[in-house]
């Protein structure tokens, strides 16, 4: 789960991590009360989004005048930012952060990420500070300096002392960056995230270190023992669709082929999704039943893909193992009769019960295609794509 | 022989009582499996599947000899059940749980360093060993004795390959599922050592996923420590960046994390790999054929 820039920056200040001074609002006319309540002469606006990218995309813009704050954020909020991560539709901005602006004399990197080889939390800081980590990564990597923390004591002070000397903040700075190092870390693994991080951490004019932007994501499994964490979810920055899934127990997540898949367990499902790419098809979603899925849930996944309408046809694939294909059969035949899908409907089931599936999907006055296996399934749902596409093709020629 | 279960093996389960445990250790007793009991904390001293019922792990292991467990316990509780089985020396331990915190695994991997312990998972479908037994979620009946062994992060990707080398007329020597979770206690080149030392095992099957350096590590492990064939495929090539597809682990936050960049770092080790899902089965067979009759012979 992401949350929003303003609410990491919440969250961190009860760690004693020091960030701008500033508020989150939601009209141009609060922006300029807040601008006007912090004072100074110069301003930051910064959208409010859960996408990367925002400053390129016009979505940080400075101010000198509390009706300039006044007017940028007149113009942010109600618009659509769209920014490298958020696809060409963007994001509606809904609020805008208000902050003092600093005077950056420098900037510096600084992240958690739980790392998967070393299987333990490890500290990630740069002197590179302010551009994407990924591409320093990659460009200098000499300029990456890592710390793995031991779980058992936590992050200790002369890691923090390492790591700030490695990438040079010396003399007054450096116990300001062992308190802003340990207040990530405490976060951190207070709120069961699975990543943090400041960028850019930055000396400003008056010598002081400041945490200008910062990021953090959370542990979806870790939530139930989080409810502080989970009030902070924005339904507005996730897929409708995405969000009904998961209230049914189903794992969804959408893309942009025509190709509707309903697979069980996520391997299956993204070597479906494969399987169909190589047949020259393009999958419209990524669905997984999960185990043990009953009728009910069959016909919800039906009516979730559904809801796409790029899809011009769905492929059913299920390795039953703990599932039952007869369940899912007659979850099938439940979406058909109740959704009256027209769709072609290519079904491979195989495992569990499969006779009884297949015998309920014959039984049935649907045209369901069926199919033996992977290739066969995926090679029958792109011709039926094709088919379609064909068809409607001739019917324009025909009309034109 | 085969790799973490054998015909030697005692199992128990933790949460034995429990629906699912229930249902799965009947099933495993079904194939032959050696189920010497199992633990459900507050109801030690009943019968359960005409097994007994013990409170805690060690007193299980004390009365029983058990040194497999698999542990049915519920996300929240798991890693509590893991480090308790660890506590208790019991040396394979199989975690069925999908969706413990990932915070929660690293402190179980601090706990279980310099025990001895393997962890297989957690949200794996489990180990099998055809015709020996198994602890796991996994439908048994479409396993077959063999001498391939399979390592995987997915179940079902799993049982779809199994189902593709059965049409070819190839058995498994073991079966194991290392989980889709970010971090878990076997990787996939701890189980390429165990089947390369196995005698029973001639060639393994690596079916990785997006996300993550696992593969990779353990394809270039192989190719230095290996001399069994490995055919390696790894799922996602068609997942966008920086989404989760279904399991924890499985997302792609940099170029080395996709399918493409895995799959044609593991062709230049010079592994034998599948880029079409439906071609898992007959790759294995191809990889099988390529083997010299004397190397068979020599295992």
Not at chain 1, 315 to 338: E, H, P, S, Y
Not at chain 2, 3 to 24: E, P, W
Not at chain 2, 254 to 278: H, W
Request: glycine residues 10%; contains cysteine.
């Amino acid at each position: 789960m992401n949350i929003h820039e303003y609410q990491t920056k919440d969250l961190l200040k009860h760690y004693e991590v020091p960030v701008p001074q500033g508020r989150v609002v939601h009209s141009d006319e609060q922006a300029a009360s807040v601008a006007e309540e912090i004072g100074g002469s110069r301003w930051v606006v910064k959208a409010q989004i859960h996408s990367g990218g925002r400053g390129k995309a016009g979505g940080v813009r400075i101010g000198s005048s509390v009706n300039e704050i006044r007017a940028i954020a007149d113009e942010m909020i109600g618009s659509r930012l769209v920014t490298h991560q958020t696809g060409p539709e963007g994001r509606l901005v809904h609020r805008v952060l208000v902050e003092q602006a600093s005077t950056i004399v420098r900037e510096f990197y600084l992240g958690l990420v739980i790392d998967r080889a070393t299987r333990r939390i490890t500290m990630i800081a740069s002197s590179e500070g302010g551009v994407e980590i990924e591409e320093v990564a990659q460009n200098t990597p000499e300029r990456i300096i890592k710390e793995v923390i031991d779980p058992a004591v936590g992050l200790l002070d002369f890691q923090c002392r390492k790591v700030a000397n490695k990438i040079g903040l010396k003399g007054a700075l450096l116990p300001q960056a062992v308190k802003i190092m340990k207040g990530l870390y405490r976060c951190m693994r207070d709120s069961d995230a699975v990543m943090a991080e400041i960028n850019p951490l930055a000396i400003i004019d008056n010598g002081q270190l400041l945490a200008l932007d910062a990021k953090m994501s959370f542990d979806d499994n870790a939530l139930y023992r989080r409810p502080a964490i989970s009030e902070l979810r924005d339904f507005d920055e996730e897929d409708p669709k995405e969000v009904e899934a998961t209230a049914h127990g189903l794992n969804y997540i959408a893309l942009d082929g025509d190709v509707g898949c309903i697979v069980n367990g996520a391997g299956l499902a993204m070597a479906t999704m494969d399987a169909i790419t190589l047949h020259g098809g393009r999958p419209a979603n990524f669905l997984d039943v999960g185990g043990g899925a009953t009728p009910k849930k069959v016909a919800n996944a039906f009516h979730i893909v559904l809801q796409d309408p790029a899809v011009k046809t769905i492929l059913i694939n299920i390795f039953a193992g703990i599932n039952r294909c007869d369940w899912i059969a007659t979850g099938i035949i439940q979406a058909m009769r109740d959704q009256n899908i027209k769709l072609p409907i290519v079904v491979r089931l195989a495992g569990t019960n499969v006779e009884e599936g297949r015998a309920i999907l014959n039984a049935s006055k649907f045209p369901f295609i069926i199919a033996n296996n992977l290739d066969d399934a995926s090679a029958k749902a792109v011709a039926e794509v094709n088919n379609i596409t064909r068809k409607v093709v001739s019917l324009r020629k025909e009309q034109a | 022989m085969s790799v973490y279960l054998n015909k030697d093996s005692r199992v128990i389960f933790q949460g034995f009582t429990g629906q699912h445990a229930t249902f799965h250790a009947e099933e495993a007793i079904k194939m032959g499996t050696n189920v010497v009991g199992g633990v459900t904390p507050g109801k030690g001293g009943t019968l359960h599947l005409g097994l007994p019922v013990f409170d805690t792990v060690e007193e299980a292991v004390l009365a029983t000899g058990a040194d497999v467990s698999g542990i049915f316990a519920p996300p929240p509780f798991a890693a509590d059940a893991i480090m308790e089985a660890i506590d208790a020396g019991i040396k394979t331990i199989v975690v069925i749980a999908d969706g413990i915190p990932v915070q929660d695994m690293v402190h179980v991997e601090r706990y279980r360093l310099g025990t001895g312990a393997v962890i297989i998972g957690p949200n794996t479908p489990g180990i099998i060993t055809p015709g020996v037994g198994k602890v796991g979620i996994m439908p048994s009946h479409i396993y077959s004795p063999g001498r391939i062994g399979i390592v995987s992060r997915s179940g079902t990707l799993n049982y779809e390959a199994v189902a593709q080398m059965s049409e070819l007329g190839l058995g498994q020597s073991s079966s194991i599922g290392i989980g889709g979770d970010p971090v878990n206690g076997t990787d996939f080149t701890t189980v390429l050592k165990a089947f390369e030392e196995d005698p029973e095992t001639d060639a393994v099957l690596m079916i990785g996923e997006i996300g993550g350096p696992q593969e990779v590590d353990a394809a270039r492990w192989a190719t230095k420590n290996m001399r069994k064939p490995l055919i390696g495929y790894v799922a996602g090539l068609s997942a966008p960046a920086g989404r989760r597809m279904g399991h924890a682990g499985a997302i792609i936050s940099q170029e080395s994390d996709t399918a493409t960049a895995k799959i044609d770092t593991m062709e230049e080790l010079g592994m034998y790999v599948v880029r079409n899902p439906a071609d898992i089965g007959a790759t294995v067979l191809r990889a099988i054929k390529m083997m010299s009759p004397k190397a068979v012979d020599q295992r």
